[in-house]
């Protein structure tokens, strides 16, 4: 039997492109538009009098002789030291997804497994403490830290952003093993694995794809955290988020707002180059996540 494949028509194709094509504007335009600013001055990106300015950088080329200019980036990698707070951030989060991706996938695993009837119950009270604000969890470290002298140091902000992260990662990566089917377990034991051989030289490497769509959203959340980090860090271990709201909050100073615009800059490229390096094993943890039965 032969089949006939129905063409879409040519105004559905035009319009279908035409709104992807206005969607990814929408989307990219706040973005590259900063991208372009950070190259100007403040008066020229912020100005009141013409908007303009924005783009032709009039003011700018009258203090640079050149309607582009670095001073913003000079001014908040070079003056301001945000290599540091770009060094600081990449220190938490690689302990952060290291640490939640180490008990979620154990603990994921575990309780996949189990038939107890504590499971059910030691998940919900997982999503109830992911669904608190992170704010309240936050006020509860403040006075041991103090009282025992380890506020503003990086451990203790790991230790905080783990614990906030971990419900997450455990319920996430408990999907994943769930939908693994438990054959392969039993398989693994009648070759001669144990417990733990099976689980890492059968059951990750089918699951890959899962473990890095999780490490993904761990690397998020302590990569754009603000509330955790400007509380718990002292200003010399500052963040690159905190690190960006100091210079909006010193806009009294001249020159420190482009400083913020550049650094946002900085700070936003490493996440899309981290995404579109994943983007296939991301696509195939979402909508896949590991193997069919």
Request: charged share 10%; net charge positive; glycine share 6%.
């Amino acid at each position: 039997m032969s089949y006939r494949v129905l063409k879409q028509p040519i105004g559905l194709k035009i319009t279908i492109y035409l709104f992807a094509t206005i969607w990814v504007i929408i989307a990219a335009f706040p973005f590259l538009w900063t991208a372009w600013g950070s190259f100007k001055v403040e008066l020229d990106f912020f100005s009141i009098a013409d908007w303009t300015y924005a783009i032709t950088g009039e003011r700018t080329k009258i203090e640079h002789n050149s309607a582009f200019t670095s001073a913003g980036y000079k001014g908040a990698w070079i003056k301001e030291s945000f290599y540091k707070n770009v060094f600081n951030t990449f220190i938490i989060c690689f302990f952060v997804v290291c640490t939640s991706l180490t008990i979620g996938t154990l603990g994921g695993y575990a309780l996949s497994r189990s038939n107890y009837r504590y499971t059910f119950i030691l998940l919900i009270t997982a999503l109830i403490f992911r669904a608190m604000p992170p704010i309240t969890l936050v006020a509860g470290y403040m006075l041991p830290f103090f009282h025992w002298n380890v506020w503003g140091i990086m451990p203790t902000t790991i230790i905080v952003l783990v614990a906030i992260n971990q419900p997450f990662t455990l319920w996430m990566l408990h999907s994943f093993f769930q939908n693994i089917p438990k054959e392969l377990d039993e398989s693994a034991k009648v070759d001669g694995c144990t417990q733990f051989q099976a689980f890492r030289h059968v059951i990750i490497p089918v699951m890959w794809p899962g473990v890095i769509t999780t490490g993904l959203f761990s690397f998020l959340l302590a990569y754009n955290d603000f509330a955790v980090t400007a509380m718990l860090l002292s200003e010399d271990n500052r963040t690159m988020v905190p690190q960006v709201a100091a210079f909006l909050g010193t806009t009294y100073t001249e020159g420190n707002i482009m400083f913020a615009v550049a650094s946002v800059v900085s700070a936003t490229i490493p996440l899309f180059i981290l995404v579109m390096f994943f983007q296939r094993q991301i696509v195939s943890g979402l909508t896949a996540g590991a193997v069919k039965g």
